[in-house]
C-alpha cells in the first residue's frame, strides 16, 4: 500500500460483552449474521481492513478484553465511510437487536482514532485507546462519533502509532 505522507485513515474498536457463550442458542441469529455483514464490511466503499482470528473469518475467538467480550477492530478510509457502513447498511439490524446479545455498556465500547494510512493497529494499541477514552473522556487521541475530531487535531497523536507494513507483523498478535 502506497499513501502519502500525510493520507490518515480512520481506526476503530468496538467491544461487546456477550450475555450468553457463542455457541449457545441465544446467540444463534447473532453468529449467524456474521459471515453477512463480515462479506458486506470487506465489500463496502472505504473499507481497508479488519481484525481476524488466525485461520478464521473473524475476531469472536480473540478475547484480549475479558472471557466474555468480543473484540470489533477495522480501519477505514474516512469517518464517514464508517459512519455509512455502521448505520446505511445491513449492519444497522444488527446494532438494532444487539441488547438480544450483549450486556448494556457502562463506559464506552466504542473507540475511533486517526492513524496513518498504511498502518493497522493492533489490538494492544486499541484497546489503549479505549482505556485513553475511558479514563480521560473524547480527545483527540480517542473519540467516538458523537464526539468526534478532524484528523487535523489529531496530527500530533499520529506520531504515537507505529509504522507497521501490510506485510509485516500480524496485526493480530497480541503482544
Known amino acids: 500500500m502506497t499513501s502519502s505522507p500525510h493520507a490518515v485513515h480512520l481506526a476503530q474498536l468496538n467491544v461487546a460483552t456477550l450475555l450468553h457463550p457463542l455457541d449457545d442458542p441465544r446467540v444463534k441469529p447473532f453468529v449467524d449474521l456474521l459471515d453477512p455483514v463480515n462479506a458486506a464490511a470487506d465489500e463496502a466503499p472505504g473499507f481497508v481492513w479488519r481484525l481476524v ?12 478484553a475479558g472471557e466474555n467480550v468480543i473484540v470489533n477492530l477495522s480501519v477505514w478510509e474516512s469517518q464517514e465511510a464508517l459512519w455509512d457502513f455502521s448505520y446505511r447498511s445491513g449492519h444497522l439490524e444488527v446494532m438494532r437487536r444487539r441488547r ?18 498504511g498502518h493497522l493497529p493492533t489490538v494492544a494499541e486499541a484497546l489503549e485507546r ?21 484528523a487535523a487535531e489529531a496530527a500530533e497523536h499520529l506520531r504515537d502509532a507505529r509504522p507497521t507494513a501490510i506485510t509485516g507483523e500480524p496485526p493480530g498478535a497480541l503482544r
Open 100 to 117: 438480544e446479545w450483549f450486556a448494556r455498556h457502562v463506559e464506552a465500547h466504542l473507540a475511533l482514532w486517526w492513524i496513518p494510512a
Open 53 to 64: 482470528g488466525e485461520g478464521a473469518a473473524d475476531a469472536t475467538g480473540l478475547r484480549p
Open 130 to 150: 479505549l482505556a485513553d477514552l475511558r479514563a480521560h473522556g473524547p480527545s483527540p487521541r480517542a473519540f467516538t462519533f458523537a464526539s468526534s475530531h478532524t
